[in-house]
C-alpha cells in the first residue's frame, strides 16, 4: 500500500521534487480510473489571476511538454509530486468554500497538466461545482484529445496556453506539436465553453509578429474566447531548472519591454480579441 502524503499549501514558486520515486512516468499514465488518488505540487490559496474572483490554484503533477521557459519544471514527473486521494483535496477545498463563493471565485486546477490525470482532475473539479463553485483548469491543450464529455462538463472555464502560432516555433519552444492544442481549442469553440487564452511573451521565441498574428488570426472568430492575455516572460523559475540540474535557455533572454508588449496586444486587438 503507497503512503498517502500531505496536501501541502504553498506556492508554485516552492521547489518540489523527489517525494514519490516509485511514482510512475508521466509518459505512461493513462489515467482512465475513477480517480480516487493522485500526485499534486502544491496549492496556493489567494490566486486574483487564475480565473475570476478568488481562487483556490491546485498544481498537479505531470507534464508531457518541455517549454524551454517553464516556471514549474517540478511539476513535470509525477515522481516530484506528492501522492495524496483525491478526498484529501476536496476536504481540503472545502475549507475555503464559504470564502470562495464569497468573492465570487472558485478552483483552477493548473499544473503540469491537469489531463495527465484526467480522473483525479476531473473528481475534484465535480466536487467543486458540487459545493457551488466555479470551476477552471490552465492547460496546453496537448493532450486535449483525452477530454470526454463527462470531464468538460465539469468545466466553467478553460484557462488555454496557446504558445505559439507557427507549429515550427511551437515545437521549438515545447517538444511537441501544435495541432492537437488548435484541436482542443475549435472543440471548445464548437461547444460554445469559455475560454481565456494565455500566451506567453518570450523576446527571440514567441515575440515574431507573424507568430502571433496566427494565433491572433485563429482566435478572433472564436465567440467563446472571452479574453487572450499577454504573460511577459520572467524568470522566477529559473532557480529550478539550476537545482534540477537541467539547462536553462533563457537566463539571459531580457524581460519583453512595455513597448513589446504593447505592440503584442495592439496585434490581438486589431485582429479583434479582447486582450489584456
Ligand atoms: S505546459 Fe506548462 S507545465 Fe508543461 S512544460 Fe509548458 S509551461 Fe511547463
Known amino acids: 500500500m503507497v503512503q498517502l502524503g500531505n496536501v501541502e499549501s504553498g506556492s508554485r514558486h516552492d521547489l518540489r521534487v523527489g517525494i514519490s520515486p516509485d511514482a510512475p512516468d508521466t509518459d505512461d499514465v493513462r489515467d482512465d480510473s475513477e480517480g480516487a488518488f493522485g500526485y499534486v505540487h502544491s496549492y496556493e490559496t489567494s490566486s486574483r489571476y487564475d480565473g475570476p474572483g478568488l481562487r483556490i490554484v491546485l498544481f498537479v503533477s505531470g ?68 459545493m457551488g463553485l466555479h470551476t477552471a483548469i490552465e492547460t496546453s491543450g496537448f493532450l486535449g484529445d483525452r477530454a470526454d464529455d463527462r470531464f468538460l462538463s465539469c468545466l466553467d472555464l478553460v484557462l488555454l496556453d496557446i504558445k505559439s502560432g507557427d507549429p515550427d516555433r511551437y515545437r521549438k519552444a515545447t517538444g511537441r506539436e501544435l495541432a492537437p492544442t488548435l484541436r482542443f481549442a475549435e472543440r471548445l469553440a464548437a461547444l460554445g465553453k469559455p475560454v481565456w487564452v494565455r500566451f506567453t511573451l518570450v523576446p527571440g521565441l514567441t515575440d515574431d ?28 523559475g529559473e532557480f529550478k531548472w539550476k537545482a534540477m540540474k537541467l539547462e536553462y535557455k533563457h537566463a539571459d533572454t531580457p524581460r519583453p519591454t512595455p513597448d513589446l508588449v504593447n505592440r503584442v496586444l495592439e496585434q490581438f486587438r486589431a485582429a479583434g480579441c479582447r486582450a489584456r
Open 63 to 130: 507534464c508531457l511538454l518541455r517549454c524551454s521557459y517553464c516556471h514549474n519544471p517540478d511539476t513535470w514527473h509525477l515522481k516530484d509530486g506528492t501522492y495524496v486521494s483525491a478526498q484529501q483535496v476536496i476536504d481540503r477545498l472545502g475549507d475555503f468554500v464559504p470564502a470562495l463563493r464569497s468573492l465570487d471565485g472558485g478552483l483552477t486546477i493548473s499544473g503540469g497538466e491537469p489531463m495527465v490525470q484526467l480522473a483525479f482532475t476531473r473528481r475534484i473539479l465535480a466536487a467543486a461545482q458540487q
Open 209 to 236: 509578429p507573424a507568430n502571433v498574428e496566427k494565433i491572433a488570426r485563429f482566435v478572433a472568430p472564436m465567440k467563446n474566447v472571452e479574453w487572450v492575455e499577454v504573460q511577459p516572460l520572467h524568470q522566477l
